[in-house]
């Protein structure tokens, strides 16, 4: 099993970036998929969910700004970031999961600074 994330970068403040996840080695379309962020002296925490079934969940401090997608078909998710700030700053992983299993990439570092 790999995930493997691309697309963190450096960006200004109010920018945008998209993250992407390539999934391999498991049925992809039975999965939920996940985004998760780890900031500098903070928790990992959950950032995005899409369910098998297309449903999506965000936290709180990224509604509005963050929009998680998947292409079944390409293995592939994703996170359209806007209107980024500051404290969006963190590791971003993708994350794979059904049922009792989790399956984790190795991350990709996305940094909003002036």
């Known amino acids: 099993v790999q995930l493997v994330e691309s697309g963190g970068g450096l960006v200004q403040p109010g920018g945008s970036l998209t993250l992407s996840c390539a999934a391999s080695?498991?049925?992809?379309?039975?999965?939920?998929m996940n985004w998760y962020r780890q900031g500098p002296g903070k928790q990992r925490e959950l950032v995005a969910t899409?369910?098998?079934?297309?449903?999506?969940n965000y936290l709180d401090s990224v509604k509005g700004r963050f929009t998680i997608s998947r292409v079944n078909a390409k293995n592939m998710v994703y996170l359209q970031m806007s209107s980024l700030k500051p404290e969006d700053t963190a590791i971003y992983y993708c994350?794979?999961?059904?049922?009792?299993?989790?399956?984790w990439g190795q991350g990709t570092q996305a940094q909003v600074t002036v």
């Open positions: 994350n794979a999961r059904l049922g009792g299993g989790s399956h």
């Open positions: 080695g498991i049925i992809f379309s039975i999965y939920d």
């Open positions: 899409i369910t098998r079934d297309g449903s999506t």
